[in-house]
């Protein structure tokens, strides 16, 4: 677990000594300027964190409450290829930095070691910028000439965070390197079906890593009997509402695992049959039977023994992953990480390396301050950062005061940014503490 004053020297740590470095290697900095390598930095990352739609007026008042005295036309000169490339680098330093919370007290996810959920998002960016993250073609964003995406794993129990990793925006899911990087013994991996790889469930099933996880839908399975069938046709055959099947996946991997399913009301059916014939007419295609009659179905493929979580938990605990969907749209919403008021392509990259790393630094905050709250509002708690990221700017340089500054925004974060419960469709906290109570 990290404490306030862990999170302030890893804070000046990184934008200090780390940013002059790193400023002469890439070009950035040639010789003796105001606007070094940890004054760019610090004066960007602060200032958009304050305002992500910050001015060049804001941005040089940030640089001078951190003690440099430019103008705004100087700070509009300094955004060049080699700033984007400093940018950058320092970005991968910050990545590698670790903080984490308390693990959180509900009992279903302490049953394992860790419950880490794994995704990405595109960025797109200037079709200028394609020579330095390649998109998918195109000028929509469905497909641009150029686009960036964001692989990041997230241990939702203490909230320390694997990344975010950058690739081009072509870039398929599985190719990332997240998930076949090594888990603790015990833990929970959910990853959407972008990652979903026979090789990498049998390593960490190999691993004694637990995985909750959607199969796709041509996946050779074979039944409780052992004879090859396919997922629609195995639960075409179920009657019940419910299903708790062994099941092993794979022509050649055999991988040993349950099959657990709960039947939607037909309402809901039919609402995923329109979604999919409409998605696929959009793509000129046509939906199989197959994915179809799956409509019928909430299900996922486990590791996990049943006397360690049950069908109902299981359908629970795997609506967690859709906290790192949430993240992402915080980091969009609230950070502005895909939006800027510049058309510069030099300064809008710049932009997106610098309010990554800001994003970065608020949520070493939020895991210092409010992460062990179940009921904790991230949205909330951001608008709360950003009130006091100008101030963080004003006392970087001093330890101390940094060190009150944050334990200023703790104190607001425990007192207020949480959720209120609701009735009709219960929040994802609520539902994990109604398993606590029923187990």
């Known amino acids: 677990m990290s404490t306030v004053t862990q999170v302030a020297k890893t804070m000046q740590a990184l934008l200090n000594e780390p940013a002059n470095r790193l ?211 195995l639960l075409a055959a179920q009657s019940g509402s419910q299903v708790d099947l062994a099941i092993q996946l794979g022509a050649s991997h055999r991988i040993g695992c349950r099959l657990l399913a709960v039947r939607v009301p037909s309402a809901i059916a039919q609402k995923r049959r329109r979604q999919l014939r409409a998605r696929a007419k959009k793509k000129g295609q046509t939906v199989s039977k197959a994915r179809l009659q799956l409509a019928d179905w909430g299900y996922y493929i486990t590791n996990v023994p049943a006397d360690l979580l049950t069908i109902q938990e299981a359908m629970t605990v795997a609506g967690v992953r859709w906290q790192i969907e949430l993240l992402f749209k915080l980091w969009k919403s609230e950070g502005k990480l895909d939006k800027s008021r510049s058309s510069k392509p030099w300064r809008i990259l710049c932009e997106f390396y610098a309010k990554l790393l800001a994003l970065l630094i608020q949520h070493w905050i939020f895991l210092v301050s409010c992460w062990t709250y179940p009921d904790r509002s991230l949205h909330k708690a951001a608008q709360t950062v950003r009130k006091q990221a100008f101030h963080l700017a004003v006392v970087f340089s001093n330890t ?40």
């Open 23 to 233: 400023a002469r290697e890439t070009g950035f900095v040639q010789r003796q300027s105001e606007l070094g390598g940890a004054e760019f930095a610090q004066a960007l990352v602060f200032g958009w964190l304050a305002n992500p739609d910050a001015t060049l007026e804001e941005l040089s008042q940030t640089a001078i409450a951190i003690g440099a005295c430019v103008t705004p036309q100087a700070v509009h000169k300094r955004f060049t290829p080699q700033a984007a490339a400093f940018m950058e680098q320092l970005l991968k330093e910050g990545v590698q930095q670790v903080i984490t919370a308390a693990p959180l007290a509900q009992p279903i996810l302490r049953r394992f070691n860790g419950v880490y959920l794994t995704d990405s998002s595109v960025v797109t960016l200037p079709d200028v910028l394609a020579e330095v993250w390649p998109g998918c073609g195109g000028s929509t964003p469905e497909g641009t000439s150029a686009a960036v995406k964001l692989q990041v794993r997230i241990d939702f129990s203490s909230g320390s965070l694997q990344g975010p990793l950058l690739q081009a925006g072509r870039t398929h899911d599985q190719n990332s390197p997240l998930p076949t990087s090594p888990l603790p013994d015990g833990a929970l991996h959910l990853a959407d079906l972008g990652y979903f790889r026979l090789d990498t469930l049998r390593d960490y099933d190999q691993q004694r890593v637990y995985w909750l996880v959607r199969p796709k839908v041509n996946t050779v399975i074979y039944d409780q009997h052992g004879q090859p069938t396919t997922l629609a046709q």
């Open 400 to 439: 101390r005061q940094l060190c009150q500054a944050l334990a200023l925004i703790q104190h607001c974060l425990a007192v207020g940014c949480r959720l209120d419960k609701r009735r009709k469709q219960p929040a994802t906290f609520q539902r994990l503490m109604c398993l606590s109570f029923e187990s």
